[in-house]
């Protein structure tokens, strides 16, 4: 995969002119580089990404230079999400770096568990973090739930399907539950504290005695 990018000038509240043109500021830094601020246009940058996430490894051309650089990082604007920054990496392709690596799961619509309501999926690791060189480093970690017939089932990161001679789990042990299939979770009905409700019971009485003290006042005044 490869993106092109141009090295710019402006920057801070300047670079408002740059998206105006359907091109988004960045920076690459990282190894054998000065910190550069770049551009590219958004529209490629949307496909690479789409196509590259942030584990695998593009030809970012600079000048008459290509570099294998990661996106690091994809800043989008709170509101409207357009993205307004980026930041691309460039490691050294002999060293072992760490990055974060998506899970995706498969095999819902075929999960008979799943389809019916009587279960649900619960993903307890989104991402996972990998140790490996940046030419190893997986795409994704995809995990297919078809066969998961029973609540109480689960995928734990060893029964995760990667190459362990490349790639290392940084964080996590080898027992640790990725996904889980568990019973839908019924909501409990919120129940009055019961010193709540005593309160409540003598507001209520103490409301109602005032309201008899003045029906007997008013009885009082017309007898007079």
């Given at each position: 995969?490869?993106?092109?990018?141009?090295?710019?000038?402006?920057?801070?509240?300047?670079?408002?002119?740059?998206?105006?043109?359907?091109?988004?500021?960045?920076?690459?830094?990282?190894?054998?580089?000065?910190?550069?601020?770049?551009?590219v246009?958004?529209?490629?940058?949307?496909?690479?990404?789409?196509?590259?996430?942030?584990?695998?490894l593009?030809?970012?051309?600079?000048?008459?230079?290509?570099?294998?650089?990661?996106?690091?990082?994809?800043?989008?604007?709170?509101?409207?999400?357009?993205?307004?920054?980026?930041s691309?990496?460039?490691?050294?392709?002999?060293?072992?770096?760490?990055?974060?690596?998506?899970?995706?799961?498969?095999g819902?619509?075929?999960?008979?568990?799943?389809k019916?309501?009587?279960?649900?999926?619960?993903?307890?690791?989104?991402?996972?973090?990998?140790?490996?060189?940046?030419?190893?480093?997986?795409?994704?970690f995809?995990?297919?739930?078809?066969?998961?017939?029973?609540?109480?089932?689960?995928?734990?990161?060893?029964?995760?399907?990667?190459?362990?001679?490349?790639?290392?789990?940084?964080?996590?042990?080898?027992?640790?539950?990725v996904?889980?299939?568990?019973a839908?979770?019924?909501?409990?009905?919120?129940?009055?504290?019961?010193?709540?409700?005593?309160?409540?019971?003598?507001?209520?009485?103490?409301?109602?005695?005032?309201d008899?003290?003045?029906?007997?006042?008013?009885?009082?005044?017309?007898?007079?």
């Amino acid at each position: 995969m490869e993106l092109t990018s141009t090295k710019r000038e402006k920057t801070g509240k300047k670079v408002k002119e740059i998206r105006r043109h359907a091109e988004v500021p960045a920076v690459v830094f990282g190894n054998e580089i000065e910190s550069t601020y770049i551009v590219v246009n958004l529209l490629d940058f949307q496909k690479t990404f789409k196509k590259a996430g942030e584990t695998a490894l593009i030809d970012l051309k600079l000048g008459g230079n290509t570099h294998k650089v990661l996106i690091n990082d994809v800043q989008n604007d709170p509101i409207t999400s357009k993205i307004i920054h980026v930041s691309f990496y460039k490691p050294n392709l002999k060293e072992k770096t760490e990055v974060e690596v998506p899970v995706e799961v498969i095999g819902e619509s075929t999960n008979e568990l799943l389809k019916s309501g009587a279960a649900i999926l619960l993903l307890l690791h989104q991402e996972i973090r990998v140790s490996a060189l940046p030419t190893n480093l997986p795409e994704k970690f995809v995990i297919d739930v078809t066969n998961l017939v029973n609540i109480g089932d689960t995928v734990t990161v060893a029964q995760l399907d990667f190459d362990r001679n490349k790639v290392e789990i940084a964080d996590l042990d080898e027992d640790e539950v990725v996904i889980r299939i568990d019973a839908p979770q019924q909501e409990a009905e919120e129940e009055v504290p019961v010193a709540e409700a005593d309160a409540i019971a003598k507001m209520e009485a103490t409301a109602e005695t005032k309201d008899e003290e003045e029906e007997t006042e008013e009885k009082d005044k017309e007898k007079k």
